[in-house]
């Protein structure tokens, strides 16, 4: 019962650092997509808050 508990945690703990770890450069991603479509729109001369 005790080694069951301990897989069901190690599994636990693994697939939530990679889903952390994805999940993390998946924002870092976004965020630099929104600073680039904000420059782009910046150098068009358009107003980037509308």
Do not use: E, S, Y
């Not at 994805?22 to 980037?48: D, E, M, S, T, Y």
């Amino acid at each position: 019962m005790l080694i069951r508990v301990a897989i069901l945690l190690l599994a636990a703990w693994v697939l939530g650092f990679l889903v952390f770890h994805i999940a993390g450069w998946l924002i870092h991603i976004l965020i630099l997509v929104a600073v680039v479509l904000f420059l782009v729109r910046v150098i068009q001369g358009k107003n980037p808050l509308k």
